[in-house]
Structures are given as structure tokens and as C-alpha cells.
């Protein structure tokens, strides 16, 4: 079974950065896409990116694309999420999850594992 972390969140200005790492163990990330979601209080959980495990293909949604970049580091079990220009609305609980379907899915339901989630606050 796979066990994800996810660190990195925390409070900054609009405008600024910050970088998600998602650590993972148990299991070798590079089997396995990852995606990478955010959910606030009141609303269901949405895809923010994921990268494929079969050609590393990334995708983004439209309101993060242009600022944020997922990557990941092969044989170091390690995804980041590198967020720029960020936006009072990129205000949530950002989760890392994986799944065994290789070229990725924005469905959270398509995700075997998930880890426990990392407050982003984006606020003056």
C-alpha cells in the first residue's frame, strides 16, 4: 500500500509561491500517475494537475495553467507542485493522490491513494 505526504502548504501573499512535495513510500511513484487536487469547505474536490507515468504528459486546469508546474523526480518517490502568482481562490486544502491508470485522469475517483492534505492561504 501506498503512503503519500504531502508538505510545503502555508499562508502567503497574493502573488507569491510556493512549492507542494509529495513524498511517498511503500511503493515506487514512478509506477503511478499522479495528480494533484484542492478542496475547500463546501465544495467537492477538484483536479488542479496530474502527470502521466507513461510519458510524464502533464496537464493543468485552465485556472492554474500558466502558473503552476508539476514535476516529478524519478527513483526518489517525489512530486512538487511548483505554484506561482498565487490567487486568494488558490486558497485550499491541496492533496496529492496516485493511481495505477497510467496516463493519468482529472476523475478523483479514478485515485487508489491519497494523502492526508496541506493547507494553502493565500491572503494580504
Known amino acids: 500500500q501506498v503512503q503519500l505526504v504531502e508538505s510545503g502548504g502555508g499562508l502567503v501573499q497574493p502573488g507569491g509561491s510556493l512549492r507542494l512535495s509529495c513524498a511517498a513510500s511503500?511503493?515506487?511513484?514512478?509506477?503511478?500517475?499522479v495528480g494533484w487536487f484542492r478542496q475547500v469547505p463546501g465544495k467537492e474536490r477538484g483536479g488542479v494537475s496530474y502527470?502521466?507515468?507513461?510519458?510524464?504528459?502533464?496537464y493543468y486546469a485552465d485556472s492554474v495553467k500558466g502558473r503552476f508546474t508539476i514535476s516529478r523526480e524519478y527513483g526518489k518517490n517525489m512530486v512538487y507542485l511548483q505554484m506561482n502568482s498565487l490567487k486568494p481562490e488558490d486558497t485550499a486544502v491541496y492533496y496529492c493522490a496516485v493511481t495505477s491508470v497510467r496516463e493519468g485522469s482529472w476523475l478523483a475517483g479514478v485515485y487508489d491513494y491519497w494523502g492526508q492534505g496541506t493547507q494553502v492561504t493565500v491572503s494580504s
Open positions: 511503500g511503493g515506487t511513484l514512478d509506477y503511478y500517475a
Open positions: 502527470i502521466s507515468s507513461s510519458d510524464g504528459s502533464t
